[in-house]
C-alpha cells in the first residue's frame, strides 16, 4: 500500500478528514469534510496564521466571496484564469495538460501530447492532443440575472476596498490587510486530496506600500540577519539543493529587489517555521522567467517536502507592482491614487502578498508528523506539534466504579471552565487503549485518575510523544498544563 493511501486511511478512521464528498452519492473530487479533529486542528492552524498577521500589524478583514463580472473583469481572471485540458476520447476523462509535463508554450504542448501519444490514466487510450482552454472561475447570478463569480482568491476582494483602507490607516502607508476565508475554483481533475481543492480556505496579507518606500523598510532590520534557504532560477534543473543565505545577502546578490519584499519572504518563513515544520523541508523557490507572471515584478514560492508529493508549493509572495490598484482603477472609473506626503504627490500604491491555501500547510502536518516507524510497531502516534494539537487534555478515569468517575468529571468541569483548552472525556476500553486512542487523534496529554488520587488528591499527566508521566497534585493541575503547553515538554 502506497504512503500517501496509508496516511489517507489514517485521516479518514482517526475523524480528520472524510471525502471525497457527498459520500454517500459517490463523492465530487476536490471536496472535503474537516471532521471533529480535523476540524479542530484547522481551528488552531487557522488561528495560529491570525496571531502571526497580527504580530506584524496587519489587520483582518473579512469581505464578499461572491463579486459581479466586471471585477473579474478587471482582475484579467474572467479573460486568462484558465487551465489547458487534455481529453481522452475514449471514456471521455480530462486532465490537466501540465499534469503530464512541465510548463511550455501551446504550440509545443500540442507538439508533445501527439508525438509522445500519452495515455490516458484511466483507460489506456491515447489522450487527443487537441487541447482546450479551461476557464477556473465558478459562475453564479445575483438577482434574477445578473452575472457573478464565486472569488477564486481572496486576494482580488481584499484589494476592493483600498480607499477605506487609506482613511481609516490616517492616510499613512504603508499599511497590511489579510483575509482568511473562502475561495473556489472549478479545477479540472483535482487529486491530492487537500493539496488541490474545488472549495478551499485561503489566506493573503497584502501590503499596500508606496514605490519608494520599499528600501526604505524599517521592519526589514528586524530580519536582515535571517538565514532563508532559497532555490534561485539559475540553479534549478541542475539538481542543486537550495542554500542558506542571510536577506542581506540575497539583496546584495540581487535576487530580491527590496527590503519590504525580503521583509515579506522572512515573514513567510517563520510562520512555517512556527507551525512546526522543520527547517530541512522548507525551501523558497524562485519562478522562472517563463512562468512568472506578467504583473509580478518578483515572484518566490515557499515550498515544503512532504513524504508523500516531495517538494510541494505552499505559498506564493509576489509583488504585484500598481497592476491592480490600476486595473480596478480603470474599470469602476474610481481613482485609487493617494496623497505621498514623503514627495508631495498623489501615487498609486504597490501590493507585495503573501498567499496561500490554509488546506495546504494541513496536509503537510498530517504528511510530516503522522509517525509511520511508531505505525509499524502498532503504536501510532500523531505528532503533530503541541500548540497545534485537536485536543490539549483528555481526561481518563482508570476504572469506572469507587468515585473516580465522579472525580475526573469534576476536573472536567474545572478544566472547561477554567481554561480555553479542549478537553476530552474517554472512559471506555482499558486506559491502555485510552492512551493510544489520543496518541492516533495527536491529544497533547492525558490526565488519569485512580485510586491514588482518592487518597492524595494527585493525577498522572502523560506526554503523547515519550510517554513520560509525573504526578501533580489537584490544585496545580491547569499551572502544570499551561507549562507543559508552553514548553511542548515537562
Not at 234 to 258: D, Y
Not at 276 to 300: L, T
Not at 339 to 357: L, M, Q, S, W, Y
Request: aromatic residues 12%.
Amino acid at each position: 500500500m502506497e504512503e500517501t493511501e496509508k496516511l489517507l486511511q489514517f485521516l479518514q478512521k482517526e475523524g480528520f478528514i472524510w471525502g471525497p464528498e457527498p459520500e454517500i452519492y459517490g463523492g465530487k473530487a476536490g471536496f472535503y469534510t474537516y471532521a471533529p479533529m480535523g476540524k479542530l486542528l484547522k481551528n488552531n492552524v487557522e488561528n495560529y496564521i491570525r496571531k502571526h498577521f497580527q504580530e506584524e500589524n496587519f489587520w483582518e478583514v473579512e469581505c464578499p466571496t461572491i463579486m459581479p463580472k466586471i471585477v473579474w473583469k478587471a482582475s484579467g481572471h474572467l479573460d486568462s484564469f484558465t487551465d489547458k485540458v487534455v481529453e481522452c476520447k475514449n471514456c471521455s476523462s480530462s486532465f490537466k495538460a501540465d499534469e503530464f509535463v512541465d510548463e511550455i508554450n501551446v504550440k509545443d504542448l500540442k507538439k508533445f501530447f501527439k508525438e509522445k501519444k500519452i495515455k490516458c490514466p484511466n483507460c489506456g487510450s491515447v489522450l487527443s492532443p487537441d487541447l482546450k482552454e479551461h476557464n477556473l472561475m465558478m459562475k453564479t447570478t445575483i438577482g434574477l440575472d445578473e452575472e457573478a463569480y464565486f472569488r477564486p482568491e481572496t486576494a482580488t476582494t481584499t484589494y476592493l476596498p483600498f480607499k477605506r483602507y487609506y482613511e481609516h490607516f490616517r492616510k499613512k502607508l504603508p499599511f497590511g490587510v489579510f483575509q482568511i476565508g473562502k475561495a473556489y475554483r472549478n479545477e479540472i481533475s483535482p487529486r491530492k486530496s487537500l493539496i488541490r481543492l474545488r472549495e478551499f480556505i485561503q489566506a493573503e496579507a497584502q501590503m499596500f506600500i508606496f514605490e519608494k518606500q520599499k528600501n526604505s523598510f524599517k521592519k526589514y532590520e528586524k530580519y536582515k540577519n535571517l538565514k532563508i534557504p532559497l532555490l534561485p532560477e539559475e540553479a534549478q534543473g541542475k539538481k542543486e539543493q537550495a542554500k542558506k543565505i542571510t536577506l542581506n545577502e540575497a539583496l546584495k546578490k540581487k535576487h530580491f529587489k527590496s527590503k519590504a519584499y525580503a521583509y515579506a519572504i522572512a515573514l513567510t518563513y517563520e510562520l512555517f517555521k512556527g507551525l512546526g515544520i522543520e527547517e530541512k523541508n522548507i525551501r523558497f523557490r524562485e519562478h522562472p522567467s517563463a512562468e512568472k507572471i506578467f504583473y509580478a515584478y518578483e515572484a518566490w514560492d515557499l515550498e515544503v517536502k512532504l513524504n508523500t508529493f516531495g517538494w510541494t508549493e505552499m505559498v506564493g509572495v509576489h509583488d504585484r507592482t500598481d497592476y491592480d490598484l490600476k486595473q480596478h482603477q480603470k474599470f469602476s472609473n474610481q481613482p485609487m491614487s493617494v496623497f505621498n506626503i514623503e514627495n508631495n504627490e498623489k501615487e498609486i500604491p504597490n501590493i507585495i502578498e503573501i498567499a496561500f491555501g490554509c488546506d495546504r500547510p494541513i496536509y503537510a502536518l498530517f504528511d510530516l508528523f503522522y509517525d509511520v516507524k511508531s505505525r509499524e510497531k502498532g503504536k501510532t502516534i500523531f505528532k503533530v506539534p503541541v500548540h497545534l494539537s485537536p485536543v490539549k487534555i483528555a481526561v481518563l478515569p482508570l476504572v469506572n466504579k469507587d468515585k473516580i468517575p465522579e472525580m475526573a468529571e469534576s476536573i472536567y468541569k474545572e478544566l472547561n471552565e477554567n481554561t480555553d483548552l479542549t478537553v476530552s472525556y474517554d472512559d471506555t476500553a482499558s486506559i491502555g487503549k485510552r492512551y493510544l486512542r489520543q496518541t492516533m487523534k495527536g491529544t497533547a496529554l492525558c490526565l488519569t485518575v485512580d485510586y491514588d488520587s482518592l487518597k492524595d488528591k494527585t493525577v498522572t499527566l502523560r506526554e503523547r510523544d515519550t510517554g513520560k508521566q509525573i504526578r501533580v497534585k489537584r490544585k496545580d493541575i491547569i499551572e502544570k498544563v499551561n507549562l507543559f503547553l508552553k514548553k511542548g515538554k515537562f
